[in-house]
């Protein structure tokens, strides 16, 4: 899933490839995409990019003496499981290409394209970002570390390390791959209480004494855990790639994949937390029980292959046939428009307890096999 990392990258390259290129028309929404219509149309305009945290900004700005006039119109795109920016030629649009810019004439027609395979990205045209969001990690350090210190009094924190680092009212920009990583370099346990690992942070001072290149030398060697936060991403903002522009192949994705300690990696454990995000840690030990989602349970271990595979774009392997049964049996009494859910939103899982009419037919069955035993008892007597 892209983070904070990958959508830095999708701005550098939006504002790489489209510095100089003229674009013109309307915009090109695909007719499968539930997201919102762009209301924009210029006969020549400007496209640039930036990004704030798991948030990117598409502002296109119109050229003096563009026909029809209007204001500059800014876009705020979330990347969802898969989206990412490609520039292709409009007579090859890439697949699941579900909004697109294409550039004005005479020269050869190219399309910025918003590919989103899993169609779980969106955009909005009013162009703010989300409110509620903290800093960016990586782009506002200062004001990402005070917002978290200020507010340990949140009841985020009194969560598990693990899923508070997920909060992006705190954490903007930290995902699950990030998490994962931060915490391996740290040795903190993953169900470690958020609030705990925190705490220590406030009191955490450098010696006056030192000196300026003392002071960066001795964080850079011991940093904390909101350090990491914001030099983790970083790291992976220098490795460049991951799938931007037209190369779009395994040599794009090698670097990243050999920058991995933690994430996905053999001999790691991985478990899921309670919002059902699996986080991989170093097996230093079993995790305390207490620490743990109620009826959590560790997950077999995959290949590095297929988790990255699946974390970029492949489906899961489908679940056992007892829950597929169970599922379609408590689906079948619901009504079919409570059943069908909007893509890009959370699924309300139903629960497993039998309904009305099941619980009818099972004492009905049970009552008729007692009665069959209570004949047979009397015949054989």
Not at 163 to 175: C, H, S, V, Y
Not at 249 to 276: K, N, Q, T, V
Not at 278 to 300: D, E, H, L, N, S
Request: glycine residues 8%; proline residues 9%; aromatic residues 8%.
């Amino acid at each position: 899933m892209p983070e904070g990392p990958e959508l830095h990258l999708a701005s550098v390259f939006v504002n790489e490839t489209c510095r100089g290129l003229v674009f013109g028309g309307c915009v090109e929404k695909s007719s499968v995409s539930r997201n919102p219509e762009v209301p924009f149309e210029s006969s020549a305009y400007h496209i640039s990019a930036s990004a704030r945290g798991k948030e990117l900004r598409l502002t296109l700005s119109p050229l003096p003496g563009a026909q029809p006039p209007q204001k500059p119109l800014a876009l705020v795109f979330r990347f969802g499981m898969s989206g990412s920016f490609q520039l292709a030629s409009a007579e090859a649009l890439p697949r699941h290409a579900h909004l697109r810019f294409y550039t004005a004439p005479p020269a050869p027609r190219l399309a910025l394209c918003f590919v989103d395979i899993r169609r779980f990205g969106r955009w909005e045209p009013r162009g703010e970002w989300q409110p509620g969001r903290g800093p960016c990690v990586l782009l506002e350090y200062e004001q990402f570390r005070e917002n978290v210190l200020h507010n340990l009094s949140d009841k985020a924190f009194d969560q598990p390390i693990c899923e508070a680092l997920l909060d992006q009212r705190f954490f903007n920009g930290i995902g699950n791959y990030l998490r994962a990583e931060i915490l391996y370099r740290l040795k903190i346990p993953p169900f470690e209480k958020a609030r705990t690992v925190l705490e220590a942070l406030q009191q955490r001072r450098l010696s006056p004494e030192l000196t300026l290149s003392q002071k960066i030398k001795a964080k850079l060697q011991n940093p904390d855990l909101l350090e990491l936060c914001h030099s983790v991403p970083k790291e992976v903002v220098q490795l460049g790639g991951k799938g931007y522009g037209l190369e779009h192949g395994e040599e794009d994705f090698a670097a990243f994949r050999a920058w991995l300690r933690c994430y996905g990696m053999p001999g790691m454990r991985s478990l899921r937390d309670r919002h059902g995000r699996t986080i991989w840690f170093q097996p230093w030990g079993p995790p305390i029980p207490a620490q743990c989602p109620t009826g959590g349970k560790f997950r077999k271990k995959k290949s590095q292959e297929t988790h990255l595979g699946a974390e970029n774009g492949i489906k899961d392997a489908s679940p056992p046939r007892k829950s597929i049964s169970r599922t379609l049996r408590v689906q079948k009494h619901f009504p079919k428009s409570t059943a069908q859910q909007s893509e890009g939103t959370n699924l309300q899982q139903y629960p497993e307890t039998p309904t009305t009419p099941e619980i009818r037919k099972r004492r009905g069955r049970q009552e008729a096999a007692g009665h069959r035993r209570s004949q047979k008892n009397k015949a054989d007597t």
